[in-house]
Nanobody, 119 residues
């Protein structure tokens, strides 16, 4: 199992910045992909950005050029630097990991952290 603890959410004005952190523990050796999803009120959860164990990074089109995902392997932590925030970025942000073990996929989720972009 993988345990994920997120931090860094909050209230920020449009155009501002926030950095989210996700600390992983447990069976971290099994993680193939780690990333961030978000879910706005009344909408489906969507991928924001993720990074594979090989270093391949993927971003949602809506955040390209504004958000940056990075990881610190020594701290087992992944970060999401969010710049030029817009009201439409308001959502609960969830850290996610994907592990493939013996042909089975395992998804683990953090508890979520609220990001609110408002003046």
């Amino acid at each position: 199992q993988v345990q994920l603890v997120e931090s860094g959410g909050g209230l920020v004005q449009p155009g501002g910045s926030l950095r989210l952190s996700c600390a992983a523990s447990g069976s971290i050796f099994s993680i193939n992909v780690i990333g961030w999803y978000r879910q706005a009120a009344g909408k489906q959860r969507e991928l924001v950005a993720d990074i594979t164990s090989g270093g391949t990074i993927k971003y949602a089109d809506s955040v390209k050029g504004r958000f940056t995902i990075s990881r610190d392997n020594a701290k087992n932590t992944v970060y999401l630097q969010m710049n030029s925030l817009k009201p439409e970025d308001t959502a609960v942000y969830y850290c996610n990991t994907v592990s493939h073990i013996l042909g089975l996929r395992y998804d683990y989720w953090g508890q979520g952290t609220q990001v609110t972009v408002s003046s």
